[in-house]
C-alpha cells in the first residue's frame, strides 16, 4: 500500500482550463510538499503546507493542506501549456529516515 | 550559483555488471541524498550522507552502496546489476541535514541494463 496516494494519475486538458489534483493518505503529517518534474530534469519544489488547513497561492497554484494533515490538493486555474509536467507530493519519511517518500505523482499534460 | 550535477546522464550496462554515478552538490551543501525513480515504483529514498558520513539508508539491498567526499561530492555503486534496476538515479542536495532542509534535486543519470 502506497503512503501517499495521487490521483489522477494522468490529465490531459486545454489551455485555458482549471484543474485540481489530489495527494491523499491515511496517515498524519507534519508537514508536506509538492514538486513539479519536467522530462529530463529533477523535481522542482513548488510549496511546503505544514499547518492543518492551510492554503498557499503560487501565481495560478493553489495548494491547500488538509485540516487533519493526512491530504493535499494543487489547483491549477486557467492551465498553460508551460504547467505541463509530473506533479510529485512528498512528506517525510517516518521512522529515523530523512528521505522523502513521494507519491507517484501526476502526469499533466496541457494543450495549447 | 551552479546547480546539482550528475555523471553520466546516460549509462547502458549490462545484466552482472557494476556501476558508479557521480553527484556534485551545490556549493556549500553538506548533505546528499540519493533516489531512484522507476514507472512502477515512483520516486524511492536510497541513502543520504551527510558529512561523509550515511545517515539514512531506505529499503533497498546491499548491492546498492555509496560515499561521500570530504569536498561533498557523493557516488553511489550499483553492483552486480539486474534488469530491474534500470531507473532514473537522481541525487539531491542540501545545506544541512536533508530532514530541515530543502532538499535541491540534480537531473539524474538514466541506467539501462539489458
Known amino acids: 500500500t502506497q503512503l501517499l496516494e495521487q490521483s489522477p494519475q494522468f490529465l490531459s486538458i486545454q489551455e485555458g482550463e482549471n484543474l485540481t489534483v489530489y495527494c491523499n493518505s491515511s496517515?498524519?503529517?507534519?508537514?508536506l510538499q509538492w514538486y513539479r518534474q519536467e522530462p529530463g530534469e529533477g523535481p522542482v519544489l513548488l510549496v511546503t503546507v505544514v499547518t492543518g488547513g492551510e492554503v498557499k497561492k503560487l501565481k495560478r497554484l493553489t495548494f491547500q493542506f488538509g485540516d487533519a494533515r493526512k491530504d493535499s490538493s494543487l489547483h491549477i486555474t486557467a492551465a498553460q501549456p508551460g504547467d505541463t509536467g509530473l506533479y510529485l507530493c512528498?512528506?517525510?519519511?517516518?521512522?529515523?529516515?530523512?528521505?522523502?517518500?513521494f507519491g507517484k505523482g501526476t502526469h499533466l499534460i496541457i494543450q495549447p | 550559483k551552479a546547480g546539482v550535477t550528475q555523471t553520466p546522464r546516460y549509462l547502458i550496462k549490462t545484466r552482472g555488471q557494476q556501476v558508479t554515478l557521480s553527484c556534485s552538490p551545490i556549493?556549500?551543501?553538506?548533505?546528499v541524498s540519493w533516489y531512484q525513480q522507476t514507472p512502477g515504483q515512483g520516486l524511492q529514498f536510497l541513502f543520504e550522507y551527510f558529512s561523509e558520513t550515511q545517515r539514512n539508508k531506505g529499503n533497498f539491498p546491499g548491492r546498492f552502496s555509496g560515499r561521500q567526499f570530504s569536498n561533498s561530492r557523493s557516488e553511489m555503486n550499483v553492483s552486480t546489476l539486474e534488469l530491474g534496476d534500470s531507473a532514473l538515479y537522481l541525487c539531491?542536495?542540501?545545506?544541512?541535514?536533508?530532514?530541515?532542509?530543502?532538499?535541491?534535486f540534480g537531473p539524474g543519470t538514466r541506467l539501462t541494463v539489458l
Open positions: 556549493s556549500g551543501h553538506r548533505s
Open positions: 539531491a542536495s542540501s545545506l544541512l541535514t536533508a530532514h530541515y532542509n530543502e532538499q535541491f
Open positions: 512528498a512528506v517525510r519519511s517516518g521512522g529515523g529516515a530523512d528521505g522523502l517518500t
Open positions: 496517515s498524519v503529517f507534519s508537514s
